[in-house]
């Protein structure tokens, strides 16, 4: 049976269907996915919410750091007795999305995941490739990032930064002057994504993009007054929260190394 999984910060996708809360310990999250997860009897491919090395072991994980430093690749290839490839959500998503989704037919393209933080990948030609977005620098932004920079893209525009500062989660915020300058916050970060690497198109996906409709228009009229000098078209993740998991399905379609952690 072929399977693959989404780990993320707050919830873990089996493609068997189940879904269970990831849990914030690396080991209760290993003995969790023992019992969850059907036997497996050809490859599989695993989104993660962080950082990871070409050999599976977790770098970074805001989200999750008591993941940080432990061998996911090696121990889910014990646990499942098959080969496992595991890449960063945003690299996973955008696989889905270039492979499957909104993103076909695009050789330079990008994908944005906006959830508790704020993921993101590109793809140029056969080379796919994780970047660190979230964090780009917003000049005049004094706000400190989880990641110990001061004034990252993240503070202004991710659901976990925006809950801590705002006392709430961002779903329950329905004030339209807080969405107007979310979405001016975002087309900068979106912009600058696309004119660093001249990518033709984008996607937005995460659950805060998912969950708000209405961010779309802001978004897209925020967008047009700011990006000018290059086209760029930029739209929803077609696959929504299932983007990260059909790109894991598809991980070990690619040449090991197409995929720059
Ligand atoms: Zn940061």
Redesign the pocket.
């Known amino acids: 049976m072929s399977i693959s999984l989404d780990i993320g910060g707050t919830w873990t996708r089996v493609s068997s269907g189940v879904r269970l809360r990831t849990e914030p310990s690396y080991d209760n999250q290993l003995a969790r996915l023992a019992e969850a997860v059907p036997r497996a009897t050809a490859p599989v491919g695993v989104s993660f919410g962080g950082r990871v090395t070409a050999a599976g072991t977790v770098r970074v994980a805001l989200n999750l750091r008591d993941y940080e430093g432990r061998p996911l690749g090696a121990d889910l290839s014990a646990l499942l007795g098959v080969a496992v490839r595991v890449a960063h959500d945003a690299t996973c998503g955008l696989v889905g999305e270039a492979l499957a989704g909104a993103l076909q037919g695009f050789e330079r393209c990008g994908y944005l995941t906006l959830s508790t933080g704020v993921g993101a990948a590109l793809r140029l030609g056969g080379v796919w490739l994780t970047t660190e977005v ?2 780009q620098l917003v000049a005049g932004n004094p706000l400190p ?3 110990g ?1 001061t004034g ?1 893209l ?1 503070t202004l525009t991710g659901g976990g930064a925006l809950r801590r500062r705002l006392g709430r989660p961002l779903e329950s915020v329905d004030d339209q002057a807080f969405w107007a300058a979310y979405a001016e916050s975002l087309a900068l970060g979106v912009a600058n994504f696309a004119l660093a690497a001249g990518l033709e198109a984008v996607a937005v996906g995460g659950a805060v993009a998912l969950g708000r409709p209405a961010l779309w228009p802001l978004l897209q009229a925020a967008l047009a007054r700011v990006l000018t000098y290059q086209r760029v078209v930029v739209l929803p993740a077609r696959l929504g929260e299932h983007a990260p998991l059909a790109g894991a399905a598809r991980l070990w379609t690619l040449p090991a190394d197409a995929v720059l952690h």
Request: with cysteine; proline share 0%.
């Open positions: 979230g964090h990032c989880d990641c920079q990252c993240q």
